[in-house]
């Protein structure tokens, strides 16, 4: 066998990243590209992994990471996420409702006895979204609408977007304008969220659109229900907190992939199982030999549900030790206090929580909280995942490029599209942490 | 339909042309004369400042529409930007405008002014996040309004959103008295507003004179005569330049002065232009074919709304105008007058699309022609569905060109004036004889 052909974890033959040539169809794979440098589905990356292995295996056994049955069990969610979504609904009888930013108040819907899940891209390529959104547009919205026309989201009873940005926005319309669907709303959520103001105007969206559930469902969203769900989803944040915690330090049990999987599975599955899953979790990972990693490395920017790419990049010694990413940190940083008015709790919820480019409008207040994590977290790098035509990152690129410049913290950008170029990004990354490690042994 | 129609440019072309070029020097005078120099998108609530006595607002569009036509310094201006680490993709306005501010050079002679404060709505991802890096270029101090993204249509306001956007409104007023020390007259903003509101009205009904046939103005001089909209909307001035054109183009539709001599068919135009290629707007003149408008300049300067009768109208003056007092009621009226508008930001594919196939039926028009502008992703979101709409609709044809209204080397003159003239023969024309 070549040396640089690799078995993947459902048995097919690839080439590895590095040789951009041709590669045989994983099955995670619906079209076969004759360029395709492998499998990329999320999690999957059959391409770099070690013959007749899991995915993410090589990374382990390079690392000394021992298999967790629970965190494997959470790599498989994220893998099969529309199997966990059409089973949960066959097993519960409950509605599955479609999140197209990070910024929905999952709360409201859980508290309607319905599974909201995160609307994520496939990144495989496709051809359907181009007659509704121009190329002009990010490659994650065209993505996620590519998932809905291909008839991958059959399961979801409703679509619910917060305002977030025009690109997400026009998948949003195409999607309640050319899906069959029976229930779509739209919360005017501000971007001044630090105005005083900010607050009436969501409490209101968001009373109206527990109302708009209610009429939809024909039955009311008790207080009680609203109350048990809110204090479910703080304590998947404090879990998730805790799980982040762990990579605080040198020695550390968890990958970046791992972490980052455990984040979106929650954004996917019931947050009950979830808790459950994140306590196993939790219990599990302390239980692995520890071990020293490799160069610590931030990740931020654009929407990133790429597994793969956090795969890659650590498999050459990077190690990402945080993020700030709404598939991240982001989704889950601060708590909804439960004593009053549970609504503008939530409301007051989403406007102080760690914000987007499209909600730090006036005083880029994303910046310091970005080097606080970067520092509580001590990392000594950064990469900027931007997606291609994500405008609101964009125009925050230079300041806050130069802000990580002047605290010491080298950065690098990777210009992501639906599908990623990893033999690229694998040379570029490789770079970086060289570069990375001259600095340490000057030091 | 005649054969021909007898033409003559507008008489208050050159009135026009002097009160931007005007506009445009008094904005290098303004802070030596003692007046307060803002900056911000032409889409900003600046009536508000009014308050503060007589000001000068450099409006971001248009300033970078007027470099764009510079094709050279446009370049400089995005080698400037691109060289800070901005974004090629970015909007075209921003892009022009701050590498005009980052070379330190105004297209109107001198040195690049320095704003006051930067004054702006945030109602696309581009509104805020570029007066954001302005405001910081310039030092000077930043005021947004964030007008609420809604997607529903624009009859249904919520009351919420108006008081979100009047509170933002309050305190930019004192934001700018603390930080300028003037006082601010309550009066003034009325009559402001006022003036407002009846030259968008007067430019509606003057676009709707161009329903005659033949269209007495083409999209091209609309360029031109919506500029002192454009550029103080809210002044007396502008209210009395519009009010003597409306004569003028009625006097015009009387006689059948018509905007090109032969017209065989009526285009419309759906985006914002290459300001650097205006004359392509004249080639469907070889074919006997006017645009009679674009949505851009009829809709996004014209307040129109859906009438009684089902038509699309221009609005009549609010009532409550003749009877307003103080501050809060005024900026309440404003708020509630920037959500209403036909083209707000924040209104539904669908009512986007209802209001273009309104123009459609009622300017009677025989092609449309859709921007794909990549220098502003706000005109051109959801328009290949918004292009669909509008031909199962109406079943008239339709073409895209790609494009971007500020960057040239995103713009192929010769591949979009091939594809126009495809789309014109595809509508039965031939070129007519010279």
Not at chain 2, 57 to 83: H, R
Not at chain 2, 249 to 255: D, F, H, S
Request: glycine share 8%; with cysteine; net charge negative.
């Amino acid at each position: 066998m070549q040396d640089n052909l690799r078995l993947s974890h459902k048995g097919e033959l690839h080439l590895e990243p590095d040789y951009p040539v041709f590669s045989w169809q994983c099955s995670c794979v619906e079209k076969v590209s004759a360029f395709k440098f492998g499998c990329y589905r999320n999690g999957c990356l059959s391409g770099i992994d070690a013959i007749g292995s899991e995915p993410g295996d090589s990374l382990r056994e390079n690392n000394s990471m021992t298999d967790i049955s629970s965190l494997n069990r959470i790599g498989t969610i994220v893998k099969e996420r529309h199997e966990y979504a059409s089973q949960w609904k066959a097993r519960s009888g409950g509605k599955v409702i479609g999140c197209f930013c990070s910024y929905v108040p999952e709360e409201i819907i859980y508290a309607a006895g319905m599974l909201p899940v995160r609307m994520l891209g496939g990144h495989q390529p496709q051809d359907v979204s181009e007659s509704h959104i121009a190329g002009m547009y990010c490659s994650f919205c065209r993505d996620v609408l590519a998932q809905g026309l291909l008839r991958n989201y059959s399961y979801l009873d409703g679509i619910v977007m917060s305002n977030s940005c025009i690109h997400l926005r026009q998948a949003f319309e195409s999607w309640r304008s050319y899906i069959p669907i029976s229930f779509d709303y739209f919360i005017a959520m501000p971007c001044r969220v630090a105005a005083p103001w900010a607050k009436p105007l969501l409490q209101g969206e968001l009373q109206d659109f527990q109302a708009a559930l209610e009429s939809w469902t024909g039955k009311r969203i008790s207080f009680a229900a609203l109350a048990r769900s809110v204090q479910l989803y703080n304590t998947n944040r404090a879990l998730l907190h805790q799980v982040y915690e762990l990579r605080k330090n040198n020695g550390l049990y968890l990958t970046g992939a791992e972490a980052m999987q455990l984040v979106l599975s929650s954004m996917l599955m019931d947050k009950a199982e979830h808790n459950q899953l994140l306590e196993q979790c939790l219990a599990d990972i302390p239980k692995r030999q520890e071990r020293i990693g490799g160069i610590r490395l931030m990740v931020l920017g654009s929407e990133n549900d790429d597994v793969g790419l956090i795969q890659l990049i650590e498999s050459m010694g990077g190690e990402i030790v945080i993020d700030d990413l709404c598939t991240g940190s982001r989704y889950f940083w601060n708590q909804a206090s439960v004593d009053g008015d549970l609504i503008g709790n939530l409301a007051q919820r989403y406007l102080e929580r760690p914000p987007c480019p499209t909600k730090d409008v006036e005083e880029h207040l994303r910046f310091q909280h970005i080097l606080n994590l970067a520092q509580s977290y001590q990392a000594t790098g950064a990469i900027i995942l931007l997606q291609k035509f994500c405008h609101p990152h964009e125009f925050d690129y230079p300041a806050l490029a130069r802000i990580l410049r002047d605290n010491g913290l080298p950065h690098i950008v990777l210009e992501m599209d639906i599908t990623i170029p990893y033999g690229q990004f694998r040379t570029r990354v490789e770079a970086f942490l060289e570069m990375l490690r001259k600095d340490e042994d000057r030091i | 339909m005649k054969d021909r129609y007898p033409t003559r440019p507008f008489e208050l072309w050159q009135k026009a042309k002097e009160l931007r070029l005007k506009s445009y020097r008094d904005i290098v005078s303004a802070r030596d004369e003692g007046k307060l120099l803002f900056v911000g998108q032409r889409g900003a609530p600046y009536e508000l400042l009014s308050g503060f006595g007589d000001f000068k607002f450099l409006a971001i569009n248009d300033y970078a529409a007027s470099v764009a036509n510079f094709p050279d310094l446009a370049l400089e201006c995005f080698q400037a930007l691109e060289g800070a680490g901005y974004a090629r993709d970015l909007c075209g306005y921003f892009r022009t405008f701050s590498g005009s501010m980052l070379l330190d050079k105004y297209l109107f002679g001198g040195k690049f002014p320095r704003a006051d404060f930067v004054f702006t709505q945030v109602a696309c991802d581009t509104n805020g996040k570029a007066c954001k890096v302005i405001a910081d270029h310039m030092g000077a101090p930043y005021i947004s309004v964030d007008i609420p993204i809604c997607l529903s249509d624009n009859t249904n306001i919520r009351a919420r959103c108006v008081e979100y956007i009047a509170q933002q409104l309050l305190d930019a007023i004192d934001c700018i008295s603390r930080r300028s020390g003037r006082g601010f007259d309550d009066n003034k903003l009325i009559e402001s507003i006022a003036n407002s509101c009846r030259s968008q009205i007067l430019w509606a009904e003057i676009m709707e004179l161009n329903q005659a046939i033949p269209a007495t103005m083409d999209m091209k001089a609309q360029f031109s005569l919506f500029m002192p909209l454009i550029l103080g909307r809210h002044l007396r001035e502008t209210v009395e330049f519009y009010s003597e054109l409306k004569a003028e183009v009625q006097e015009r539709v009387r006689q059948g002065i018509a905007a090109t001599p032969v017209e065989k068919c009526r285009l419309l135009y759906d985006g914002v232009p290459p300001w650097f290629s205006l004359h392509l707007f004249r080639l469907p003149q070889r074919y006997g074919a006017v645009y009679i408008g674009s949505y851009y300049t009829m809709c996004q300067f014209g307040a129109f709304a859906e009438g009684p009768d089902g038509r699309y109208r221009p609005k009549t003056m609010p009532e409550e105008l003749r009877s307003m007092k103080g501050r809060e009621e005024a900026v309440r009226f404003l708020a509630r007058w920037f959500l209403e508008q036909d083209t707000a930001w924040g209104v539904s594919l669908k009512a986007r699309c209802s209001s273009r196939v309104h123009v459609v039926k009622e300017w009677h028009i025989n092609g449309v022609v859709f921007h794909l502008n990549r220098g502003c992703e706000q005109q051109s979101a959801n328009l290949l569905e918004i292009k669909q709409a509008i031909t199962e609709v109406t079943g008239i044809p339709t073409i895209v060109h790609e494009g971007n209204s500020s960057d040239s080397r995103e713009f192929s003159e010769t591949e979009t004036a091939d594809r126009l003239e495809s789309f014109l023969e595809s509508l039965g024309l031939i070129k007519l004889n010279d």
